[in-house]
């Protein structure tokens, strides 16, 4: 970070002005090419551009380039928007219970909606209608385009995805908080029959858990930080601060969730930071939005080698990729659900795909390679 430590210090302060609606302090020899790359990288340039489109000093390639991307963003959302409600419709029709999650909720807690950008729409619902969802959406010109462990996952072209959700998170990974009464806690809705919304104190535990599942898995970047600062200052007040202290401490991660609310306060309300809290904000800001493939495939490995050596481990996390769990199949699969006997079929195709996705493969094993052990 220390090449761009300018650029970052400079993000940052606009971050601060755009979420408290402050004047900006507008600073000599910034890099708008690595400002707006930071800014990409974050998912973060819908947040500054208003405070960028005016500013006479910066040079109006760049003010082209994000007036470029946030005019694509705006519509992509307003196509999104229309799309969800009409999914929120047919959920409604059909009698399907569901919760709109991630940023479904925080977009709200933004000054415009358009500020915070979106890739997909997060969507719990009842799994018992499972079947009725996969056959309506396809009615709506949807395909499935996954069936991960804890998620279906839907595609229409251009943009629009929904990843539907039978759990928060699933089994396999060693981090997987238990939320036992999120419906009960929820509210329902005023308007729409079979839409929840999830308490407040859900909220900020889910964001939490969901924040560290990427920070110790691929990495995150600094957008968490600014959802869970604009959801706090809103609502930390009428929080259950005892229930959610509780819930941290039974997960073991009480210290990342007070490391990362007091580095989120501190940033945006413009404080100075501490040593321990510039090497948190520097690992943020290398992750990028959510992290990446290398690192994912580094701390999984890194993580198998506490049992072993990381040599065995690398071997091991090979194995795993080309022949998954049965259960993991399973997920991928849903056929096999009713149909156990394909599996060594699946096995032999997901081989067949790993060879014909050669550069993918070979990257992936390049990766599994250069894990060193720290």
Not at 321 to 340: S, T
Request: a negative charge; glycine letters at 4%.
């Amino acid at each position: 970070m220390d090449n761009k430590k300018k650029e970052v210090e400079y993000l940052v302060h606009l971050l601060s002005c755009a979420l408290n609606g402050k004047e900006v302090r507008h600073q000599e020899g910034i890099d708008y090419s690595t400002l707006l790359s930071l800014a990409r990288k974050h998912q973060v340039y819908n947040i500054i551009f208003p405070l960028i489109k005016d500013d006479l000093s910066v040079p109006d390639e760049y003010k082209q380039k994000f007036r470029d991307y946030n005019l694509s963003e705006i519509s992509r959302m307003l196509v999104i928007n229309n799309e969800r409600s009409e999914v929120y419709d047919a959920f409604d029709e059909h009698g399907i219970k569901y919760m709109p999650l991630k940023g479904l909720i925080i977009k709200d807690y933004y000054p415009m909606e358009s500020m915070r950008q979106m890739s997909d729409n997060d969507i719990l619902f009842d799994i018992k209608y499972r079947d009725g969802v996969a056959e309506l959406m396809k009615s709506m010109g949807y395909k499935c385009i996954a069936t991960g462990e804890n998620s279906d996952d839907y595609h229409k072209p251009p943009y629009c995805t929904f990843e539907f959700h039978r759990s928060l998170f699933f089994d396999e990974h060693d981090f997987c908080p238990k939320f036992d009464n999120l419906w009960e806690n929820a509210v329902k809705d005023d308007e729409r029959p079979c839409m929840y919304h999830m308490g407040l104190e859900d909220i900020y535990i889910y964001s939490v858990c969901h924040m560290y599942k990427h920070f110790t898995t691929a990495g995150c970047g600094i957008r968490f930080l600014a959802d869970n600062y604009l959801f706090l200052k809103k609502e930390q007040d009428k929080l259950d601060w005892k229930r959610i202290d509780s819930f941290m401490s039974e997960y073991n991660i009480s210290e990342y969730e007070h490391k990362c609310r007091k580095l989120a306060f501190d940033m945006f309300d413009e404080n100075e930071l501490d040593d321990g809290e510039l090497e948190l904000l520097e690992t943020f800001m290398n992750f990028g939005i959510f992290g990446n493939g290398s690192i994912r495939i580094a701390n999984r490995i890194k993580k198998m080698s506490e049992n072993s050596n990381l040599e065995q481990a690398k071997k091991d996390y090979l194995l795993y990729r080309l022949f998954p769990p049965k259960a993991k199949m399973v997920a991928d699969n849903r056929i096999l659900e009713k149909k156990p006997y394909l599996l060594p079929l699946y096995y032999i195709l997901r081989l067949f795909k790993a060879m014909f996705n050669g550069k993918k493969t070979l990257d992936e094993i390049s990766n599994i390679k250069d894990v060193e052990s720290e």
